[in-house]
């Protein structure tokens, strides 16, 4: 998203640092909670996810949105 010049963006670096913290793996989101691959391949790129998603991330990592998600202006 472009505003005057700037890009505008979530993030979802903060996801993979979590996730380490709660030793949770992409192979485990995938496998034991059937987050489909192209949704990991998606979070990984920055690219649109549903609101659906990131509930369900925050409730496999127990944690708050701020912990999976940042929005930044570049």
């Known amino acids: 998203m472009f505003v005057e010049g700037l890009?505008?963006?979530?993030?979802?670096?903060?996801?993979?640092?979590?996730m380490r913290k709660k030793n949770v793996s992409t192979y485990m989101l995938r496998e034991k909670h059937n987050?489909?691959?192209?949704?990991?391949?998606?979070?990984k790129a920055n690219e649109n996810?549903?609101?659906?998603?990131?509930?369900t991330l925050c409730v496999i990592l127990n944690c708050n949105l701020q912990d999976i998600a940042e929005y930044v202006e570049k």
Not at 35 to 43: A, E, G, H, K
Not at 49 to 55: G, K, P, Q
């Open 7 to 18: 890009i505008i963006m979530i993030v979802f670096d903060r996801l993979w640092e979590t």
């Open 35 to 43: 987050i489909d691959s192209r949704t990991i391949r998606r979070l």
């Open 49 to 55: 996810v549903t609101t659906d998603t990131l509930n």
